[in-house]
C-alpha cells in the first residue's frame, strides 16, 4: 500500500530529474553561442 502512494511521486521525481538533465544540457550547449553572438534572442 505504501509503494502504491508513492509510486506517482517517485514518477515525477524521475521526470524533473530527467528535465532538468536536459535543461541544463541546453543551457549549456547555447549559452556560450549567445555569449559570441552566434543565436539571438527575439524581445
Do not use: C, H, W
Not at 15 to 38: C, V
Amino acid at each position: 500500500m505504501f509503494y502504491e502512494t508513492i509510486k506517482p511521486l517517485r514518477q515525477k521525481i524521475v521526470a524533473n530529474l530527467q528535465q532538468s538533465r536536459t535543461l541544463s544540457a541546453l543551457r549549456d550547449a547555447l549559452l556560450p553561442k549567445l555569449m559570441r553572438g552566434e543565436v539571438r534572442v527575439r524581445p
